[in-house]
């Protein structure tokens, strides 16, 4: 069965840093193209950000600059690097993996920003 679990999430500092994981089972993350998607309360889930297979990467412009998306291909699992954390970027934060075999989705991690 395909999993795909996101961890890292949890209280971070205004202007702070935090660093999520995604970790596929069951699926070789090098074969698919994977993303981060945030839903904070009340709002629809929103794309942040896209990393390729070849590992080229493109954000939503409101994370551009802070946030960086990469891949470990050996350890089956893609990050999210995010710094300069802003208050707006409280949500449940979720790892997608695509391709043509199908769409998988993480559980969410939390990721709150105090001020």
């Known amino acids: 069965q395909v999993q795909l679990v996101e961890s890292g999430g949890g209280l971070g500092q205004l202007g702070g840093s935090l660093r999520l994981s995604c970790t596929a089972s069951s699926l070789r993350i090098s074969l698919y193209t994977t993303a981060w998607y945030r839903q904070a309360p009340g709002k629809q889930r929103e794309w942040v950000a896209s990393i390729g297979r070849d590992g080229d990467s493109a954000y939503v412009d409101s994370v551009k600059g802070r946030f960086t998306g990469s891949r470990e291909n050996p350890k089956n699992t893609v990050y999210l690097q995010m710094n300069s954390l802003k208050p707006e970027d409280t949500a449940v934060y979720y790892c997608?993996?695509?391709?043509?075999?199908?769409?998988?989705w993480g559980q969410g991690t939390q990721v709150t920003v105090s001020s």
């Open positions: 997608q993996a695509t391709s043509l075999r199908g769409t998988y």
